[in-house]
């Protein structure tokens, strides 16, 4: 009996460190986060692998941007990503939680812009709106229409009730759930701009910022609004089946989709090429992606992924990400970039 046991104690102690080694070891570059910069890295990850045959193909997976962050830092070593996609800047609160579990350097690089969109399925009547509109059509409370100093539930249930000159439709709207940064995006750059043109409410901010943030960006939940946590695929085949519905997609998304999908105006500007590059369409972010240091030399290929993704043939003016929908960096921001990115400079907040 004691033979046995010693013998089966042999053989799972064996079963334990190949268990282990295995875990210790990976040869290929692990990709997580943002479903919107999901097909960016992806076609990256392609070509990187074509020139450089002696590395294998990243694995990039698409789990949202708060979701990449919370497996990306969740500590070094060989089971964790080594890289988290992002359609946002990291939070603070995220790089706490990086330097909390051993995650302490962490290299931020901006390779790019997107937009975010509203839009409809092609052929539906066509909307010209203001991130106002938009925040009175979206959130849960909004300004009595009849005394704007004071909250009521919203009470609008179709667009001509927010603006007479806009369609007689009812009001329903397919968007990002909370973990996307593109649902991050939305709130900061639509709800809250359209939020912050009540002068109270923009004082609130200095005044109870947590409340500020419930009113100015909590959705609406009497069906209304409805998150989609799936890609937006799925968005694309609810307006298929809902032709008075809106969606909120990313610029890139609606690029690569224009005999589907047709955007509104935002503030008098539609989004394209060269309204987001310069500014003029105001819902626009920047595209980012972020790098463990402590693993760069022990996942071959990091180095060589890097200096792919932000090579003037994938992100400049004619480089292949551009097919993709990307809106390139302008030239002195793109010099910077390069320069962060081979000295892998630490992120800044």
């Known amino acids: 009996m004691q033979k046995v046991s010693a013998a089966f104690t042999l053989v799972l102690a064996i079963s334990c460190a190949t268990v282990a080694n295995a875990q ?3 040869d290929a570059i692990s990709i997580v986060g943002s479903s919107t910069v999901f097909p960016f890295s992806a076609t990256v990850a392609e070509h990187f692998q074509k020139a450089n045959s002696q590395f294998k193909t990243p694995k990039v997976e698409s789990n949202g941007t708060g979701g990449g962050f919370k497996l990306f830092c969740g500590g070094v070593g060989t089971q964790y990503p080594d890289i988290a996609n992002a359609s946002r800047r990291i939070k603070s ?3 706490e939680a990086c330097v909390k579990n051993g995650v302490k350097d962490v290299a931020e690089i901006k390779f790019g812009y997107d937009g975010i969109t509203i839009a409809t399925k092609k052929g539906a009547p066509a909307y010209a709106l203001t991130r106002k509109e938009i925040y009175l059509a979206v959130a849960a409370q909004v300004p009595d229409p009849n005394d704007s100093n004071t909250l009521i539930s919203n009470p609008y249930h179709t667009w001509s009730q927010i603006n007479p000159k806009l369609p007689n ?3 329903q709207i397919f968007g990002p759930a909370p973990n996307h940064g593109t649902r991050d995006a939305f709130a900061e750059l639509v709800l809250e701009a359209g939020c912050t043109q009540y002068s109270w ?4 901010k200095e005044v109870d910022e947590g409340r500020y943030k419930r009113v100015c960006t909590q959705v609406r939940e009497d069906g209304v609004w409805t998150d989609v ?3 937006y695929a799925m968005i694309v085949s609810k307006l298929a089946n809902n032709p ?3 969606a909120v ?3 890139s998304y609606l690029d690569q989709n224009h005999d589907k999908l047709a955007a509104a105006s935002i503030e008098g500007k539609q989004p394209t090429f060269a309204s987001i590059g310069d500014g003029s369409y105001l819902i626009s972010r920047p595209l980012f992606f972020y790098v463990k240091k402590a693993h760069v030399s022990s996942i071959p290929g990091i180095r060589e992924f890097i200096a792919e993704f932000i090579n003037d043939k994938a992100i ?3 480089g292949y990400l551009l097919d993709k929908g990307l809106i390139p960096l302008k030239a002195s921001e793109a010099s910077a970039v390069r320069k962060d990115a081979t000295d892998l400079r630490n992120v800044r907040l």
């Open 249 to 251: 997609f990313t610029f």
């Open 201 to 204: 409410l923009k004082s609130l």
């Open 93 to 95: 609160t995220e790089l």
């Open 316 to 318: 400049g003016p004619n």
């Open 244 to 246: 008075q519905a809106l």
């Open 24 to 26: 210790s070891t990976r």
């Open 169 to 171: 439709q009812p009001i």
């Open 229 to 231: 946590s799936e890609d």
